[in-house]
């Protein structure tokens, strides 16, 4: 599985936009790229998957650039709610059977008034 | 709310105690999962089930013993534990040949060892 690399804490104002960088110079062809969202005492939650270009559901936007080595998760307009540890995660999409998520420190985001 | 439950959320334990963890899924998946969460460390994988088949152990102590009895429950059974096994332990299911194979996790039992 290809390691990834990411900011270990950001910090942002109610209403800015944020952007998460991580890093995965040994993603392989067939890695998918993964990010989880996870409060405190909580389960993460899954926030959005990508393969290459661009992403985006009602929640987040995921950009891919064309050697896929690294990939931005971009929250819109955070909000104190969204005070939480983000996860990148690389790895491929099993058509079979299970499949291992290996989860690093994550980036701790800390939204403020 | 998503779909797996675990009970019960709060656990204080000796270290001669035999305690189970449950969880269980309504999603109609069919793989579950057991992670560890300590104290500012990532999040381990312990356990796979896959079709009620274990296929995954991650190099978990015999302390741990999991059973899965059926696609939508799953137990983590404790004995003898230290205290470093302090920590939040997580299950998870996902649904085989889906876009993702996203995971969904529980709330979550927080476990005490004394």
């Known amino acids: 599985l290809a390691k990834t690399t990411q900011p270990i804490s950001m910090d942002s104002y109610e209403g800015q936009e944020v952007n998460i960088t991580c890093s995965h110079n040994?993603?392989?062809?067939?890695?998918?790229i993964t990010w989880y969202q996870q409060f405190p005492s909580q389960g993460p939650r899954f926030i959005i998957q990508?393969?290459?270009t661009k992403v985006t559901n009602e929640v987040a936007s995921l950009f891919i650039p064309a050697d896929r080595k690294s990939s931005t998760l971009s929250l819109p307009r955070v909000s104190l709610s969204d005070t939480a540890v983000y996860y990148c995660l690389v790895g491929p999409v099993m058509n079979t059977g299970f499949q291992k998520l290996v989860f690093g420190t994550g980036t701790r985001l800390l939204v403020s008034p | 709310e998503t779909g797996v439950t675990q009970t019960p959320r709060h656990l204080v334990m000796g270290m001669t105690n035999k305690k189970s963890l449950k969880c269980e899924q309504h999603?109609?998946?069919?793989?579950m999962y057991w992670y560890k969460q300590s104290a500012k460390k990532p999040l381990e994988l312990m356990f796979v089930?896959?079709?009620?088949?274990?296929?995954e152990n991650n190099s978990v102590p015999s302390r741990f013993s999991p059973e899965c009895p059926n696609s939508s429950h799953l137990f983590l059974h404790l004995h003898t534990l230290q205290p470093e096994d302090s920590a939040l332990y997580l299950c998870a299911s996902s649904q085989d040949g889906t876009s993702g194979n996203e995971q969904f996790f529980g709330p979550g039992t927080r476990l005490t060892v004394l």
């Open positions: 990508g393969y290459k």
């Open positions: 089930y896959s079709l009620e088949e274990r296929v």
């Open positions: 040994n993603i392989a062809t067939n890695d998918y």
């Open positions: 999603l109609g998946h069919n793989a």
